[in-house]
């Protein structure tokens, strides 16, 4: 069980953390999604910081199982989030936010059924 565990999770912090860098970096396509779901580019900058939170929690939670807990409960809400600014807009395109869904949920249940 650890083995799938570690493995989901470290995947997970992964891809959330690369996401992160892309906008904390300043990186055209944050923005570029931003404007297209009508979204204020200031907040950019914060939502890349939530992600670097997550990813860093996700990895803290191989410590303090429950700072894992909420850093993967806190992105499943931050991706839900994603899919209603996605869907508010028409945005059809959800082949990226399923993966990055995909991803956290699955880091979140195998945490859960790993400590609990």
Do not use: C
């Amino acid at each position: 069980m650890f083995a799938a565990y570690a493995t989901v999770t470290v995947l997970a912090a992964f891809l959330t953390g690369s996401a992160a860098v892309t906008y904390l970096i300043g990186h055209e396509y944050p923005k570029a999604q931003a404007d297209l779901k009508r979204i204020p580019r200031s907040w950019v900058p914060v939502l890349g910081l939530l992600l670097a939170a997550g990813s860093l929690g996700l990895l803290a939670g191989f410590a303090v199982p429950l700072v894992g807990t909420l850093a993967a409960a806190g992105l499943v809400l931050y991706f839900t989030g994603a899919l209603i600014a996605h869907l508010r807009v028409g945005s059809r395109n959800l082949l990226g936010w399923a993966v990055f869904f995909v991803t956290v949920v699955a880091a979140l249940v195998v945490h859960l059924a790993h400590h609990y």
